[in-house]
């Protein structure tokens, strides 16, 4: 064989395995569910969009969970605002949580950078960094269980945003308290 040829052959497979990869990250699972998206949208202000999140996060929580505990009642009502309860394995629910605390990052820092006095910031942070809390330590029992090397990146993924999240949320100042007017005022006025 001459050495162009063996050039050309070897192009034509880097072309393949490029091809490949871009067919693979395109076909990658959608993390949130089209009425989760619509959700997503429609909250334009960053705490509520946060409660989205945080609401997302919960139902994948559910489905690891086997829907231990909930409340079918709840569950028929979730579902007409929310859509069905997401699907896929253990390893792909994990890994949804995992990208949904990252657009929450995302979102948060977007906010801070257009507006870093924003007051919603450090509430949504503080919701945020709660449940991610919570979340790590609902999922812990379970990386003991975790049999693949995927499965447990992923978790290990989670737990960096969600570590990520509070120690950001720890860096925060107390939150301020609203005063209300004393007795000795109210009688005054």
């Given at each position: 064989m001459n050495h162009s040829l063996i050039a050309r052959i070897l192009i034509a497979g880097l072309i393949l395995v490029q091809s490949l990869a871009i067919n693979a990250a395109?076909?990658?699972?959608?993390?949130?569910?089209?009425?989760?998206?619509?959700?997503v949208q429609d909250a334009q202000i960053l705490d509520k969009r946060?409660?989205?999140?945080?609401?997302?996060?919960?139902?994948r929580i559910l489905v690891i969970n086997n829907s231990?505990?909930?409340?079918?009642?709840?569950?028929?009502?979730?579902?007409?605002k929310w859509g069905e309860l997401p699907k896929g394995t253990r390893t792909d629910l994990i890994s949804d949580i995992s990208r949904i605390l990252d657009s929450a990052i995302s979102n948060i820092d977007d906010v801070s950078m257009h507006d870093e006095n924003n007051p919603l910031i450090p509430k949504a942070l503080r919701k945020l960094s709660a449940t991610a809390t919570r979340v790590v330590a609902e999922l812990k029992p379970l990386a003991a269980q975790?049999?693949?090397?995927?499965?447990?990146?992923?978790?290990?993924?989670?737990?960096?945003h969600a570590e990520s999240i509070v120690q950001a949320a720890n860096k925060l100042p107390p939150p301020v308290e609203k005063k209300s007017e004393s007795k000795t005022e109210k009688a005054t006025n």
């Open positions: 395109t076909m990658q699972r959608d993390y949130f569910t089209p009425e989760e998206i619509q959700l946060i409660e989205i999140y945080i609401k997302a996060i919960d139902r231990a505990g909930a409340d079918p009642k709840q569950l028929k009502k979730d579902s007409e975790m049999k693949t090397e995927s499965e447990s990146s992923t978790f290990d993924q989670l737990v960096e």
